[in-house]
Each structure stands twice: as C-alpha cells, then as structure tokens.
C-alpha cells in the first residue's frame, strides 16, 4: 500500500507540474523536443492524451482547427491572450518555437473529437436555435455561418461540437465583457453583446452535446 500511495504522489506531482510549474515540465524549452512529444509529455495532463479533457477548465483539442490551435498558442507565447486561465496555465510556454507550435497544433487537430451529454431538452433547443438562427431581435448572428453546420469550425474560426459547455460558455462571457483578453475574438465582440445569460448557457449546452440528430436533420433521406 505503501509503494501504492508512493505512485498516486508522484503522478500527482507530475500533473500539477506540467500545469503549474513550467519550470520543471519536461523539455518544454528545448527546441528540439518534437511538437508531438510535449503534447504526450506535458499538455496531456491537462488536456488529455488525445485531447480530450476532463475538466471543463481546460479545453478539449481534439479535432479542433488546426489553424485556431496555432494562433491561440502563438498568443500564449506572447502573452496576448490574457484571460485568467491563459495567465495561469499557458503563458509558460513563452519557449515553444513555431515548428513545435505547428506540431502541436498538427497533432491535436488530427485526434478523434467526443462529444458530451445533453443537458435538459428546454435549453438544448433554445441552443440549437441560436446556433442554426441566431437572435435576429438582438443583433445575434448565426453561429453556423462561421463555425459550420456540425460545429466543425471553418479556417481561423475553432470547432465549437464537443467542446464544455462550461468552458464555451466562460469564454464567451470574456467576448461580451473582455475582448482585450482575447485579442482575435473582436469579432465575437458584437455577436455576443446582445445575449443573456441563458442565451449563452443555452448554446453552449448544445454544441457540447451537438445531438447526432442535428446532423440527420440537416441530411435528410432521400425520398424513395
């Protein structure tokens, strides 16, 4: 038991390195150290060997837009992304060069995406009404016309299908508030001003679980 307990210290100790203490991550500031192995070595206890996070603190990678992941860790590596959690957990990584950054962002982007559980039916359909309409009455546009019709994300614009709700609905509650600390996000600025507070647990609620039937409902079959 003894020998037991020993192990669940040390694993404990290297998860709370590799998000608290970049200093004694592993190899993070070696520019030689592929993009792949810092993402196995040290992202992946906070977010997952394959992306794919347990906590809503941190985001889910996988499957996300290969180009969003480069340009977010560009800005934690410049500090220009300053909302709390960037400050607490990434701005340590002011070392990671651009092909580390390519690699990391090629890696997360080529993991399989998992959806989470639907939250009650009143709100999930509020969510998907935003995301498929948006709120003409207040100024809101769609969110399908920029992250795409399964939430996959389009370009610069990240995939939103499987993401925490939480987390989704956090940022954009920093977008409505904050946009300084998301220095890409002025765009969502305007679109989120206009929304409440349900408006935004509502669809953040929806493209976490992002229901299998949305998909069959905007491919519907065939008329035999």
């Known amino acids: 038991m003894k020998k037991i307990a020993q192990f ?12 608290h203490d970049m200093d004694r991550s592993r190899a993070v500031d070696n520019p ?8 196995l070595q040290v992202c992946s206890n906070c977010h997952g060997v394959k992306g794919v996070s347990i906590s809503p603190a941190f985001p889910k990678l996988a499957g996300q837009r290969r180009e969003y992941l480069v340009d977010q860790l560009t800005d934690f590596k410049t500090h220009a992304r300053s909302d709390p959690n960037a400050k607490r957990f990434m701005w340590g990584f002011t070392h990671l060069s651009e092909a580390q950054i390519d690699d990391l962002a090629a890696y997360f982007s080529s993991q399989t995406p998992v959806m989470g559980e639907p939250a009650e039916q009143s709100l999930m359909v509020e969510g998907k009404a935003i995301f498929a309409s948006g709120l003409p009455d207040k100024g809101v546009a769609a969110c399908v016309s920029c992250h795409g019709k399964h939430g ?3 370009n610069q614009f990240p995939r939103l299908a499987g993401q925490h709700a939480d987390y989704v609905y956090k940022q ?4 409505q508030h904050d946009v300084e600390q998301r220095p890409r996000g002025e765009i969502m600025k305007s679109i989120c ?8 647990r509502a669809v953040a609620a929806f493209v976490e679980a992002f229901p299998p039937e949305t998909e069959a409902a905007a491919n519907p079959p065939a008329d035999q």
């Open 152 to 154: 996959e994300g389009m």
């Open 8 to 19: 669940i210290s040390l694993g404990m100790a290297l998860a709370g390195a590799g998000c």
């Open 32 to 39: 030689a150290v592929a993009g792949k192995t810092i993402a």
């Open 193 to 200: 001003s206009n929304m409440s507070e349900r408006d935004m």
């Open 172 to 175: 954009l509650l920093v977008f």
